[in-house]
């Protein structure tokens, strides 16, 4: 496909369950990004990816979260011990590469989370 | 760590009116993207502005960026009912950060 892909779509879980959403970029993208939604809300960046690496971890909520990338391609963000106020829509983006002087992103549909 | 900071966080006009929103960076930044994010979707790519004082135009938006290079604005003018939705701006200083967007509601 062309597009950022995302998966699930939905995701129904109950309180204290671990869960995996992954994220497929364009292909070529170097940059990789994870924000949250919720509902009406602004997005929450939560980390980004240069390659396989992580500079910056600051946005992860709490040691819950967790991200990684290999190959330079698919992203998981793994949630363990999912809460109530973890529902949101988790929005993956990508984009050529984060220091280019033109890197706009490109974002995935989202997966909808809700935590019972 | 850089913030940027977006006003308002929601505005309503009637079909017709203009419509501002306001983007403000902690630190000078490289470059400043908007977005739009209709009811549902995903924010979609909008514009990039990289001079310092750039103005850019699509139709009736209209985009600038500060000459200090920390604070960009949006400008609708003669809103229609299509503008709905929530914009974003984007800056980029080694990293990117959204502004919390300004969500606008058109009146038909």
């Known amino acids: 496909g062309a597009g950022v892909s995302q998966s699930p779509s939905n995701k129904v879980t109950e309180k204290g369950k671990d869960v995996e959403l992954r994220c497929d970029p364009i292909s070529g993208h170097t940059a990789l990004y994870w924000y949250r939604q919720s509902l009406g809300q602004g997005l929450e960046f939560l980390i980004y990816?240069?390659?396989?690496?992580?500079?910056?971890k600051s946005g992860l909520p709490s040691d819950r979260f967790s991200a990684e990338r290999t190959g330079g391609s698919v992203s998981t963000l793994t949630i363990q011990r999912t809460q109530q106020e973890d529902s949101a829509v988790y929005l993956c983006?990508?984009?050529?590469?984060?220091?280019?002087?033109?890197?706009?992103?490109?974002f995935g549909p989202g997966t909808r989370l809700t935590v019972l | 760590g850089q913030q940027v900071m977006q006003i308002p966080q929601y505005q309503h006009v009637q079909e017709g009116e203009d419509f501002t929103t306001y983007c403000n960076s902690s630190t000078t930044l490289s470059n400043i993207q908007w977005y739009k994010q209709r009811p549902g979707g995903h924010p979609v790519f909008l514009i990039q502005?990289?001079?310092?004082?750039e103005v850019k135009k699509q139709k009736r938006l209209t985009f600038q960026f500060g000459e200090a290079k920390k604070n960009s604005s949006l400008h609708i003018t003669a809103t229609q009912t299509t503008d709905v939705g929530t914009y974003f701006c984007?800056?980029?200083?080694?990293?990117?950060?959204f502004g919390a967007g300004t969500r606008l509601t058109v009146k038909p």
């Open positions: 983006a990508s984009s050529l590469q984060v220091t280019s002087s033109y890197n706009e992103q490109f």
């Open positions: 984007a800056g980029h200083n080694n990293d990117m950060r």
């Open positions: 502005l990289v001079k310092s004082g």
């Open positions: 990816f240069q390659g396989n690496s992580a500079p910056d």
